[in-house]
């Protein structure tokens, strides 16, 4: 039943991904598919400390930051967290 439930799931949010990139112009996100965007996310990485120590996350690759940048999603970068190009 928990394998279903985690399918289930997963096709809502793959069905959500392909609705985001789907509105993204082909050349904007440079003729990637939804999975050629996960593929290029699959390494961005956090490790959380327990206390007061802060979150480190990996470097993001240009490729990364382009994804996350066309889909909107906040990431760190340089220390300092990002969206959409910006700095919060």
Request: net charge positive; proline share 2%.
């Amino acid at each position: 039943k928990g394998k279903i439930f985690v399918t289930f799931i997963s096709l809502i949010i793959l069905a959500r991904l392909r609705k985001m990139v789907g509105q993204i112009d082909k050349k904007k996100r440079k003729h990637w598919s939804e999975q050629d965007m996960l593929r290029k996310v699959e390494t961005y990485a956090r490790v959380h400390f327990e206390g007061k120590y802060k979150d480190v996350y990996s470097t993001p690759t240009a490729a990364q930051r382009l994804v996350f940048d066309l889909l909107e999603i906040p990431y760190t970068f340089k220390g300092k967290e990002r969206t959409s190009g910006r700095e919060l």
